[in-house]
């Protein structure tokens, strides 16, 4: 079955960076598009960055534009997010997402902290 397992958060400094990793299995990775979601405590999940099976083209929330990267490796099934230029208001579980045959899919989240 489908599993994504996320790692790499923590507690980090305003103006820190941090990258994410997420490891899939379960499914042909390299046709599968990817996306990062994060959820604050009281506040709805929201998409965060998204790259394409094919063209490795990337969408970003406005919020994260300039500041996060995502960017995948098909030979490690894994897909990553770097983060720079950390906020306060970037505080939140982040998810690694797929959705397949119209079912989403998540993995357990890492949580991300962004605090002095």
């Known amino acids: 079955q489908v599993q994504l397992v996320e790692s790499g958060g923590g507690l980090v400094q305003p103006g820190g960076s941090l990258r994410l990793s997420c490891a899939a299995s379960?499914?042909?990775?390299?046709?599968?598009?990817m996306s990062w979601y994060r959820q604050a405590p009281g506040k709805e999940r929201e998409l965060v960055a998204t790259i394409t099976s094919t063209t490795s083209g990337t969408n970003y929330a406005d919020s994260v534009k300039g500041r996060f990267t995502i960017s995948r490796d098909n030979a490690k099934n894994t897909v990553y997010l770097q983060m720079s230029s950390l906020k306060p208001e970037d505080t939140a579980v982040y998810y690694c997402n797929t959705v397949r045959f119209g079912y989403d899919h998540w993995g357990q989240g890492t949580q991300v902290t962004v605090s002095s």
């Open positions: 379960g499914f042909t990775f390299s046709r599968s598009a």
